[in-house]
Each structure stands twice: as C-alpha cells, then as structure tokens.
C-alpha cells in the first residue's frame, strides 16, 4: 500500500481578532511557494463574507484565492460561515457532526497534491465554542499543529498566549510556537529578547516579531467612504490614495500648514473655506516633490459654495461629504480597521517582505519532519 505523503499542516490561531493571521498567512503562503511547496489554504469557520456567485465566502478565504490565483475552490476554502441568526438558530438546532463533516470534507478536497495547508483560525483558541467548532476543536479535526499570532508586549501577551495555549492542551493539538505582530520598531529587540525567553520559559518557541509597518494600517480614500458611509463629491478617480496621516483643520491655515504632508486626509467642516483652499493648493503646488493630499471630508452637512466645489473638481482630489461633526468623524478614521484587500498591491508586497525577513519559516516546516 502507498504510503501518504505527510502534509505540513498549519493553523494560525491569535490570541485576539485582527491581531494579525491573515497578515501572517499571506506571507507563508508566498514563503512557501517560493520554497517549491504546493500550497492550499483554508478558513473554516468565517465571519465576515463576500457574495460570490451563489455562495457567501469568507473574505480571506476570497482574498487568498484571488491573490495566489490558487483556484476556484471557494466552498472548500470557507466551508462554514456564520451570518446574522445563525448563532441563534444552533443554539436551538444543535448539527454539530454536520458542521464538522462539511470542514473535514473541504480539508480533504484542498490538501490532495499539495505539500502543505494553512488554516486560519478565527480570534482566539476559544472562537466558535458556541457553535462547536472553536479554533482548538477545528485543529484537533484536521490533525494540525498550531502557530499563536500575539501582539507586542511582554507579560499581557504572555498571559494572554498561555490562556490561549491552555484550550489547545485540552484538545491534545500541539503548539509549535507564536509569532509576534505589530511591535513597535523602538521596543523591537527588547521584546524580541525577552518575550523570546519568556516562552522559551513556558517550553514555547519564538517564531518571529514582525515590527510594525505604517503602511498595513493606512487605508485608501475608498475604504474610508466604504467603511463609514460617506457620499463622493468628487474625485473618483483618486479614490485609491492611501491616507497615511489624517489632520482636523479646526486651526488657523498659518498653523494648518505645518500640519500637511503626503498622504494626508483633511478633515473641515465643510464652511472653512480658508483650510479647503490651503489643502488644495498645497496640493497642486508641489514644488518638484512627490507631495499629494490623500482627500477631504467635508463635515457637518456643510458644503462650499459652487465657485469652490469647481475648484474642488478640477483638483482631482477626493472629496467625501458627511453629516457628522469633525471630531466625530476623526474618532471614526482613527478607529478603523482596513483588511488587506486583493487591490492593495503595496500592502500584500510589504508583507510577503516581513514574513520572509522575520518569520522563522524554516523551524516552522522542520516541525514536520
């Protein structure tokens, strides 16, 4: 009888949401396959969803697969998805070998010929417990060895990654080490340093610290109207700049000008027409640079009169409109959460970089052998 070729199998649990797995998967997808290892990924358990075609898929699983071009095996990539009531309706009608059955199935159908899969989890180990498929159940299905993605920080991350540790042990799924996300470049070798022997205290391995990258957290113009429900007043065309730094033009233009640099979103209530005008002609003033303001959201359900909005126009900057007052809208950017997206080229190149520069990958494949 033909011996089955051992696949190396991963699961990317974290010890919070948006702390970093899809990141993490992008990067080993592309470290991998520069290995000459063929690849296929997975999420089992979904959350957020696209429409495609019939089905409803999990975004990273959409992302995954548009970005590596890994097939059209989107129902086997996001086997499980859990919309609006379906908590609710488990709870009464319990199918748990049914949901289980579906997520076996699909690893089967991905892992033929191929050298290794990633299984991203969702949230921390315990994620989906209501529904009986949390993280550490799905990995003790599929036979696979985890990987906890934390952020930085020492003694919280620490805790937080052996509480998440814990709920694999129960499962008897093996842990073959964390990788640190988003640490701060002026604390990166003290974390490195001792969280590494802090795990290494726990029996746990350091994998690798990923320093943060400005870029991964700036969105473009779009997914901010996207995301916060804003109109588009002009500018479509621009809509992909990526805001990089964002200012409330509350303040007088002399002390406003200090304040604008590239990729700088401008946010005025739409009667300051002083600070309108200063953002535009820095704008287009550029003085052999590279300078370019990222937008403007005009606030308060105030709009300029028909002479500006002209001038706005023939800018070609994009121009968002809201309701909302100027702080509340700058409380909403500041706190928003853009996934990479399969357009967001720089960003998927940025983090194929820090997988590749600081991620142990092959410790992480010689936990196979």
Request: proline share 3%; with cysteine.
């Amino acid at each position: 009888m033909k011996k089955e070729k051992r696949i190396k199998n991963i699961f990317l649990s974290s010890i919070h949401k948006d702390a970093g797995k899809t990141t993490v998967s992008l990067g080993l997808y592309q470290a991998f396959k520069e290995k000459n290892l063929k690849a296929a990924f997975m999420k089992p358990v979904g959350q957020e969803v696209v429409n495609v075609g019939e089905y409803n898929i999990d975004k990273d699983s959409y992302l995954m697969a548009e970005v590596f071009k890994c097939g059209k095996k989107y129902r086997e990539m996001s086997p499980v998805t859990i919309g609006r009531g379906f908590t609710e309706q488990y709870i009464f009608n319990p199918r748990k070998e049914k949901l289980r059955k579906d997520i076996q199935r699909a690893f089967d159908v991905l892992k033929k010929n191929k050298d290794a899969i990633i299984v991203e989890g969702t949230g921390h180990a315990g994620v989906g417990s209501v529904v009986d498929v949390s993280n550490a159940q799905v990995a003790k299905l599929l036979n696979s060895k985890v990987i906890i993605i934390s952020e930085g920080g020492i003694g919280k991350s620490i805790d937080e990654i052996m509480l998440n540790k814990a709920l694999f042990d129960l499962e008897q799924v093996e842990v073959i080490g964390v990788i640190v996300n988003k640490v701060l470049p002026s604390k990166y070798y003290k974390i490195k340093k001792v969280l590494g022997r802090g795990l290494a205290n726990k029996g746990m391995k350091l994998l690798g610290v990923l320093p943060v990258r400005p870029l991964l957290s700036a969105p473009t113009v779009e997914q901010v109207q996207h995301q916060l429900q804003m109109q588009i007043l002009c500018g479509k065309e621009s809509l992909q700049q990526r805001v990089r730094n964002t200012i409330v033009a509350a303040m007088e233009p002399h002390n406003m000008v200090h304040y604008l640099e590239d990729g700088t979103l401008v946010l005025a209530s739409g009667d300051r027409i002083d600070n309108i005008l200063l953002a535009v002609s820095s704008h287009l003033v550029r003085e052999g640079k590279t300078f370019q303001i990222a937008g403007i959201i005009l606030t308060g359900g105030l709009m300029p009169n028909t002479k500006i909005i002209d001038l706005l126009r023939k800018s070609s900057i994009p121009v968002l409109i809201t309701d909302d007052d100027t702080y509340t809208v700058a409380a909403k950017v500041e706190n928003l959460i853009c996934k990479i997206q399969k357009t967001d080229k720089d960003k998927i190149v940025e983090v194929t970089k820090l997988i590749k520069k600081y991620v142990d990958v092959k410790t992480i494949l010689e936990s196979f052998k």
